[in-house]
């Protein structure tokens, strides 16, 4: 079984933490993680099933984002926009 790519972009005032897993991933096996500042774009490995992933931008240890992203049917919403 093949692998894919997604990308990931947005813009956050500060330097923060971009982390994508799987719905069922705990928090703790979630190896996606990416510091990220300013405008970004990053690219996460997934697998080519359909599944459900979670998107979170961390900023200051404070949750700013938190997005339900079903895959392959939901691309458009790993474009973030402005994360305050």
Not at 38 to 58: C, D, H, L, M, R
Request: with cysteine; glycine share 6%.
């Amino acid at each position: 079984m093949g692998e894919n790519v997604v990308f990931i972009s947005g813009n956050v005032s500060s330097e923060c933490q971009l982390n994508l897993k799987t719905k069922n991933d705990s928090e703790l096996n979630s190896i996606n993680i990416r510091n990220v500042s300013g405008e970004f774009a990053e690219g996460f490995v997934i697998s080519p099933i359909e599944q459900n992933y979670v998107v979170k931008v961390t900023c200051n240890n404070q949750s700013a984002l938190r997005r339900l992203v079903n895959y392959p049917s939901e691309l458009n919403k790993f474009e973030l926009g402005n994360i305050k």
